[in-house]
Structures are given as C-alpha cells and as structure tokens.
C-alpha cells in the first residue's frame, strides 16, 4: 500500500508528460500544420497511417520499410517513427533516427527525452535537455521525473530551485520521492512551500509519516486534510496497525466512507499480523467483495498460525488464484513441517501454468532443508538458474541454506559466490553452515571477511561462533585458550576479550 503513495506521483508526472507530447505551447500549431499538409498528399496519408499501426502493433522493422520507401518525409513523418520506437522500447534505434533528423521541433526532443526518461538513463537525459534549443513544461518535468525516479535528490532538488512556476504535480513528484527515502523533514518543508495542495500531496506526507512509525505527525495531517479520499483514510488505518494499535486502526476504518479491498486488507493484515486469526476471519466474511490479496493474506496468517487446514480450505475455495497464492501455501505447508504436501502443491503449481517468483522458490528450497532433499533441490536450483532469479539476495540466501542444512558445502560456498548483493543473512547462513559441520578454520575466516566487506556481527553471528567454540571444546576436550590458538586467525579473538 505504501508503495502506491511513494510512486504515485512520478507515475503520474510520467502520464501527463506522455499524453501532452502534442498538447502544449508553440509546437502545437507546428504540428498540426504538418498534420493537414500531410493530408493533402493521398498516398503520404497512407504510408503514415501504415507506420502508426505497425509501431502500434510492435512492428518496427515493417514500419520502417514503410518509411524507407516514402518518396518525401516530413516532420511529422519522422516524429511518428521516433515516438513509436520509444514506445517499443527501441531506444538506440530512436537515437538513430533522431540524429539523422533535417529538422527537429519541441515534439522531436521531447519525445526523445521521454525515451531516456522511461528507461532511466540519467546521464543521457540529462545531456539532451542541455542541448535543447527550448524547453516547455513537459522538458523540465521529464529530466524532474528521471532524476526522481533513479534516487538522485540532489540533483532533483538543484533542478527543482532554478524553476518557480512548477505544476503541482511537479510539487508532488518531488515531495514523493523525499518520501519513498525517508526523507521526511525534506518532504515536509517542501509540503509546507507548496503554494497549493492536493489530496495526493496530502496522502503522500500522510502515508511517509506512518511508514516511518511518527504516528502523531500522521494523525495531524490527517485531521488538517480539507480532503479525504480512499487512501487517505487507508494511510491512517495503515499507520495505527504499523504501531500496533489495532483498536484504534479499527476505529478509524469503521468511521471511513466508502470502504474498498485495499482498507479491509490492510485491517486484516494486522489482525494477523497480531496472530488475531479470529477477528481476521470475521472481518474477511464481512468484505462485500473480495480480491487476490484478500484471500492470500488469510491463507498466510493461517499457514503462519500453524492452521494450514484452514489454510488449504480457504486456497481450494479460491476461484482465481496468482503466484502469491501458491507460494502462501506452499510457505504454510513448509512453515509447519509437512514438506512432502508443500512438493506436491509445487508441482501443482506447475501443472496449473503459474510460473515461479522469487518467494515461491524460496519456499521450495527451505522445503527441500528441511527435507534434506538435495537431489530434488538441485533441480529447482536448476529452475532457478533458468528464470534468472539465483543471483539475486533472496533467492541466493535460500539456496544458500538448502546446501548448508544438505551437508554440501562446497556447493553452498559455490552459491556465496555468485550472489551479486550479499546481506547479513547470506555472511550468517553461510558461516551456520561451516559451523554446523565442523568446518571451523573455515568458519572463522568467514567471520574475519565479512568484518573486511563492512558487516557489523549480529546476535545470530556470535550465536555461530560461539557454537563453533563449544563444539570444537567438546570434541576436542581442550581449554578456551587453546581453541583460540588452534583455531583463530591473527589477532581476530581480540573481539571476544
């Protein structure tokens, strides 16, 4: 839900500068006058409206047959194969086009601005907006929303200061992007400048305030907003179940008009987030209509609350069921030690043509530890590599465990290796691994890397060690000395004294 109020803003920004391409200032008349000269020529009418259904259809290299073999081009021309390529994603072969262009007007660059901006390259934006002739509305909203949506707040910021007739829209976007990085006392002076608001300049501070858990700045904005809408009240509700304070979110649902699927399933999130299946239940027979996400966040707090028969009762009553419903399952039957029925719902999944994401893969690899099934978890290891997934932090980490709790260390070592961002969960799963089966040295110099690439030890780090120094003292029968000589690298046990 948060996550609407952050992008909401750049989306829109993004959606109005694309639909005003031909809608706003001088270029306007330009454009309609190559328009109607287009017109008179039979045939060029027909060629332009072959481009515009070809583009229209993802056909690039027909559109450009098409307008390869025009006897004479005009801008319109050229700009109607220049804004299809951009909407194809064609960006190089834009570039291409642009730069063989006789003639450019404000439609041309903008267009070709939209482009860099949809594919978030900065940098190129930035140096296509330096070198227009002129700029309109839509130019220095195009570089705003580029600069917003890739985290560069400075340079939003410095861009924001040398412009003082913004739209309010503009305002918004800027403001959403101080929220969505926490960014809150920037947000807010920004918010207080605003010569006008709207109610998504409202919801955008209101929603920033109750991620962050500032509870108090949430319930003033919201008893100053001259407007509520739907996610206006939907922020406030969300914001007392962040805080943990169920009764009174439920007060303020109560009191909200109009409720939708979004407010009844962020009360029944805290319900179960709060393990309070009951009220969950209640609230959940009471929605007038249901979505996807209603039903899969029941099937998890029961999968969760060790009821995975009332898990599955619910996920067979489904009618239309996604990726997350199956994974929720699949997670409930894992969670609760029923490995066998979480395989057979994976293979279900795959039956039914439900490709898997990251948290279902997730949740066949902590099947296949638990299992200590290491045959069948190379096998979706083996998918995991196909969809492209085992790179990444999430999926890593849990094959990472799959290899550890399955004894086969060199390959889990091979898996560290590969995750591109390793968090303090990988560094720990893998460290719990050499000191689970008895790989001590190894273990220690685990410890020592990971202090080097910058991670401070956790709670469960220590736990590691500490468990690899009693098992070494068991087996071994020695003293605590001669474990730190036997088995720490130099001056590494300065930490434990």
């Excluded at 047959?65 to 005009?74: A, G, L, T």
């Excluded at 021309?77 to 003639?103: C, E």
């Excluded at 900065?122 to 296509?128: F, G, I, S, T, Y």
Aim: net charge positive.
């Amino acid at each position: 839900m948060t996550r609407k109020f952050q992008s909401y803003s750049a989306l829109r920004l993004l959606q109005t500068m694309h639909a005003n391409y031909n809608m706003r200032g001088r270029h306007l008349h330009n454009f309609n006058f190559q328009v109607q000269k287009a017109r008179r020529d039979p045939y060029i009418v027909k060629c332009t409206n072959s481009i515009s259904t070809h583009m229209r259809n993802g056909h690039c290299h027909l559109a450009l047959r098409v307008f390869d073999s025009m006897p004479y081009r005009n801008l319109f021309s050229w700009n109607l194969m220049l804004t299809g390529y951009v909407k194809n994603h064609r960006l190089i072969d834009a570039r291409n086009l642009f730069d063989l262009m006789p003639q450019k007007d404000l439609v041309s660059w903008n267009v070709m601005l939209s482009g860099y901006v949809r594919s978030g390259c900065v940098d190129e934006a930035k140096l296509l907006f330096d070198n227009m002739p002129y700029k309109d509305s839509i130019s220095w909203n195009g570089l705003l929303a580029v600069y917003v949506q890739n985290g560069r707040l400075e340079e939003a910021r410095q861009l924001f200061e040398l412009k003082v007739d913004w739209e309010l829209i503009s305002w918004n976007c800027l403001m959403g992007g101080y929220v969505k990085r926490k960014m809150l006392g920037d947000a807010r002076r920004l918010f207080d400048r605003m010569p006008v608001r709207d109610v998504i300049s409202w919801n955008t501070m209101i929603s920033g305030y109750a991620r962050d858990g500032d509870l108090l700045q949430a319930r003033r904005l919201f008893e100053e907003s001259p407007v509520r809408d739907v996610f206006t009240w939907t922020a406030m509700v969300f914001a007392y179940v962040q805080s943990g304070m169920l009764d009174e979110a439920r007060r303020v649902f109560n009191t909200m008009p109009g409720k939708r699927e979004m407010a009844y399933n962020v009360m029944i999130a805290g319900y179960v987030q709060y393990k309070k299946m009951d009220m969950a239940r209640e609230l959940f027979e009471a929605m007038p209509c249901r979505n996807v996400g209603s039903w899969n966040t029941m099937i998890s707090g029961y999968g969760q609350n060790g009821d995975i028969a009332q898990a599955r009762k619910l996920f067979d009553m489904m009618a239309q069921r996604d990726c997350v419903s199956w994974a929720a399952i699949i997670a409930g039957y894992a969670q609760t030690g029923h490995y066998e029925e979480a395989m057979d719902m994976l293979v279900k999944m795959k039956r039914d043509g439900k490709s898997l994401n990251r948290s279902t893969f997730c949740c066949a690899l902590s099947t296949c530890a638990g299992m200590a099934a290491l045959v069948l978890g190379k096998q979706v290891h083996g998918q995991a590599v196909k969809t492209g997934y085992y790179n990444g932090c999430l999926v890593g980490n849990a094959l990472l465990e799959m290899y550890c709790k399955c004894g086969s260390i060199g390959e889990a070592y091979d898996v560290f290796e590969r995750i591109q961002l390793k968090d303090i969960i990988s560094w720990n799963t893998m460290l719990a691994g050499y000191a689970r089966h008895g790989f001590g040295r190894q273990a220690l110099l685990m410890f020592d890397s990971m202090k080097t690439a910058g991670f401070k030890p956790d709670e469960i780090t220590m736990v590691c060690i500490w468990f690899l120094f009693i098992n070494y003292l068991c087996m071994n029968e020695c003293s605590f000395s001669v474990v730190l000589e036997e088995l720490l690298p130099s001056k590494l046990h300065i930490i434990f004294i």
